[in-house]
């Protein structure tokens, strides 16, 4: 997989972390020598562009749990935890990494932080602090170069690849993560990653599954192993999956996208159209009956007093965010259909030249202050040829328009496809208001009294 690195200078990383555990991503340290990503890829270096150990921790670890699942029996209580205990760490991850700490989009209670921070930890996907920091340089530099998990790059590069092909850290965008720094239980969790993630990734399910019903093996494989993976490929749809299938109600400039089937995967965060537009708000699906489990985690936390200052963006805000995608779409659409000539390309002629024009064989009529040639269409004319060329060489917007026939709206769409000129001062009447001499000629000459009225 060939990874176009964007070679930059190197560039004050204020939220550099020192020990990264999962990203594989070491500190630059000050030397000349090149990043290895800054190399191409060749039959030679290959395996240098690789992370080895998070393919271990993503794709070895489980394909030894599959194994091993061959020859261990799955028990009821088992398959029952284990799937509670991915909705657990599901959510560590989703209501915790993402919405709280990555967006701040409602505050924590202590004893909820820390039981996000260690069923987040219990999902294997990094700590809080580079968790976050890596996220918000996506929701900043969404398909670029400098978003960590650009969908630009290919799915399986923005679902698997960035984290299990070597990254320059100099590349991901900066991000400022001060407020995370100040977080007692995100630099805890960082600092003792090692161990949260040991425990609460593999001991912590066995340990449950032993003790209460004696399957020590099963809790370790199915709960602890398998259900790891689940956990991970479900939230890495989140960066693969929901930049990937679905619409784009809010807009269409990126590619973040809602779809329910992403939402039943990743718990609720399938509508990443809506969260990329308003990543501060604690909802993902702002409808009741769309699925967003991690949204109803989080109101049901601030029911029994455990978070609270859940933000959501105003309903006026989102509408119009949506109603603005619409006129876009509709635009779009627009401009592939012929509407006839802009009247601003016309030539412009007054309106005795039209008449003398209309006098002299040419079959136009105007029709508000706009010219048309109707000569092909008379013997089309639904109405008959009579009475569209009673119209000719007048004013016939009154006649056009109810006094003879109220055209339908497809007539107007129609005429305009016949638009030759328009008239100077818009229509005859602009043409009597400047000399009152001509309107009197005109009275006597007895006009159809539409085009004084008019
Ligand atoms: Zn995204
Ligand atoms: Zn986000």
Known sequence: MAVVLESQPAQAQQTQQTKPVYGGQKAAAATTKPHITDTPITWGNWYKHVNWLNVYLIIGIPMAGLYAATFTPLYTKTAIWAVAYYFATGLGITAGYHRLWAHTSYSARLPLQIFLAAVGGGAVEGSIRWWSRDHRAHHRYTDTDKDPYSVKKGFWYSHLGWMIMKQNPKRIGRTDISDLNENPVVVWQHKHYLYVVLFMGLVFPSIIAGLFWGDWLGGFIYAGILRIFFVQQATFCVNSLAHWLGDQPFDDRNSPRDHVITAFVTLGEGYHNFHHEFPSDYRNAIQWHQYDPTKWFIWTMKQIGMAYDLKTFRHNEIEKGRLQQKQKKI????????????????????????????????????????????????????????????????????????????????????????????????????????????????????????????
């Open 331 to 454: 635009d779009q659409a627009a401009s592939q259909l012929s509407w006839g000539a802009p009247l601003e390309s016309l030539p412009v002629m007054s309106f005795e030249e039209y008449q003398e024009q209309a006098k002299n064989g040419k079959a136009l009529i105007a029709v508000a202050g706009v010219v048309h040639d109707v000569t092909d269409f008379i013997t089309s004319h639904p109405g008959g040829k009579a009475i569209i060329k009673s119209g000719i060489g007048k004013d016939a917007t009154a006649m056009f328009n109810g006094g003879v026939y109220y055209h339908s709206n497809a007539a107007h769409n129609l005429l305009t496809n016949f638009r030759v000129a328009v008239i100077r001062g818009g229509c005859e009447v602009e043409i009597w208001k400047k000399n009152a001499h001509s309107l009197t000629e005109h009275v006597t000459k007895g006009l159809p009294a539409q085009s004084q009225l008019a």
